[in-house]
């Protein structure tokens, strides 16, 4: 567990710069933007951590540039699942590993959701599947974690402010770590 833990907060402080072409935050400041809007609306420890921790396959991959523009889908949403689940358990990895789908079922279900994505997003989408259909809708709301998976998305689509960073690099990357050792704490007790 501490070593994981360790592994993660690296990838932060040595990836947490990167910046995917059209997007105007880096990784760390985008993670830490859908984390606090996970606390600010009330989330669990969990469902805090995942959505701190959803893009953190795209850091996992270490993949040069940006996927996109090249026509490459990075399956970051299950790199990262598959990373996060042994240490903090599907609460937290689930919504990671469906945080891609719901972007799908948002896209399907809410009409004006497609404008608001940002162009890496909507490039993504593409690779990833584009729109659900109505079966694949109705399959995606029997998920388990359904409901945090497309908070999650939310959150993921509005923490994309360049000028919204309270904190400092460090502080930032302090919360994530205290988060880390409290959710991987619950899951053991």
Same mark, same amino acid.
């Given at each position: 567990?501490?070593?994981?833990?360790?592994?993660?907060?690296?990838? %932060?402080? !040595?990836?947490?710069?990167?910046? %995917?072409?059209?997007?105007?935050?880096?990784?760390?400041?985008?993670? *830490?933007?859908?984390?606090?809007?996970?606390?600010?609306?009330?989330?669990?420890?969990? $469902?805090?951590?995942?959505? /701190?921790?959803? +893009?953190?396959?795209?850091? *996992?991959?270490?993949?040069?540039?940006?996927?996109?523009?090249?026509? !490459?889908? +990075?399956?970051?949403?299950?790199?990262?699942?598959?990373? $996060?689940?042994?240490?903090?358990?599907?609460?937290?990895?689930?919504?990671?590993?469906?945080?891609?789908?719901?972007?799908? %079922?948002?896209?399907?279900?809410?009409?004006?959701?497609? &404008?608001?994505?940002?162009?890496?997003?909507?490039?993504?989408? !593409?690779? #990833?599947?584009?729109?659900?259909?109505? #079966?694949?809708?109705?399959?995606?709301?029997?998920?388990?974690?359904?409901?945090?998976?497309?908070?999650? &998305?939310? /959150? +993921?689509?509005?923490?994309?402010?360049?000028? *919204?960073?309270?904190?400092?690099?460090?502080?930032?990357? +302090?919360?994530?770590? !205290?988060?880390?050792? &409290?959710?991987?704490?619950?899951?053991?007790?």
């Amino acid at each position: 567990m501490q070593k994981m833990i360790g592994t993660l907060l690296a990838l %932060y402080e !040595q990836g947490g710069d990167l910046v %995917y072409a059209g997007e105007s935050v880096t990784q760390l400041m985008h993670a *830490w933007q859908c984390g606090r809007l996970a606390e600010k609306s009330g989330a669990s420890a969990a $469902l805090q951590l995942a959505s /701190w921790l959803h +893009d953190v396959g795209h850091l *996992w991959a270490n993949f040069e540039g940006t996927p996109t523009l090249r026509g !490459q889908d +990075d399956a970051h949403e299950s790199i990262g699942a598959h990373v $996060l689940l042994p240490v903090f358990g599907p609460a937290v990895s689930e919504p990671v590993r469906l945080h891609v789908q719901a972007k799908r %079922y948002l896209v399907s279900t809410r009409e004006t959701y497609a &404008r608001k994505l940002t162009p890496d997003s909507v490039r993504s989408l !593409q690779l #990833q599947g584009g729109p659900m259909g109505p #079966q694949a809708c109705a399959a995606f709301e029997e998920e388990p974690f359904f409901a945090d998976a497309v908070k999650l &998305r939310v /959150w +993921d689509d509005l923490g994309n402010k360049s000028s *919204w960073f309270e904190d400092t690099r460090h502080d930032a990357l +302090d919360h994530l770590m !205290q988060l880390m050792h &409290r959710v991987a704490q619950e899951r053991v007790t």
